[in-house]
């Protein structure tokens, strides 16, 4: 088994028990943490799951200087980490996860360029979104290619209703809330300065890595805030501007 197939498989186990790893002693590139992060998601196709599309992180600088990473990366979401809007969430799967507010993009058709992503009805529908992430490996530390390697956190999503795709609207407030009290506020401008931009930094980053993006897949942009703690029993809101909002409630987990 090569560094690569160990390490996919570390993770995968590591998510799948939620029991957190240390981060790996051995030093690696970008390039072959995305590797791992690719064989990650064989392992989870493999087991019948399915591609609901993809996301970019720290795409804004508060996320950034949260976690101390500087630049953007792309990961992808599994469908079964699918959460519905309004619904009670069991998080006990999860090791110690944290949510944060998302502008979710409905790719409109299919994407393998920059030129693609930059044409007319590459995207098809906008929502507000929360996503959850859950590092897998302890306290919650990386470096750049442990993220990638660990498909950038990711751990659940939630998308609310999709809205009609207006690019004039693009800088719009955004509210987090748990538990009715607002947590974090922002701006949607705070998403790569731009949030219209995300669809060809995927673009480019997919691209890099031998990913299409297909009509019917979601994009999460990335928070336009840092994340916070999630603890069970914890009603989850954002809503953003013009787009409205999304919520969960978190049932069971670890106290
Ligand atoms: C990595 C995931 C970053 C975002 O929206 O910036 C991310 C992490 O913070 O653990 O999803
Ligand atoms: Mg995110």
Redesign the pocket.
Known sequence: MTDIHRLAAVLDEAARTARAVPQPEQGYDVAAAYQVQEELLRLRLERGDRLAGV??????EG?RR??G?HDV?F?RVPESSAILDGSYADISSYIHP?V?P?VVYLIGRRIATVADALASGAVAAVAPGI?V?D?RYED?R?SLPD?IADN???AGYVVGPWQPYDPARWNLGVVFEIDGRPVRTGSTGAILGDPRRAVAEAARLAGANGVVMEPGWIL?A??ATP?EPLAPGAHVRAEIQHLGSVSFTASGGQP
């Not at 996301?55 to 804004?60: A, I, P």
């Open positions: 996301k970019l992180g720290f795409t804004s996320k949260q976690m990473v990366i990961g944290r944060e998302e996503e992430i590092s919650f990386f993220v950038t956190s990711a999460l990335g928070a994340a």
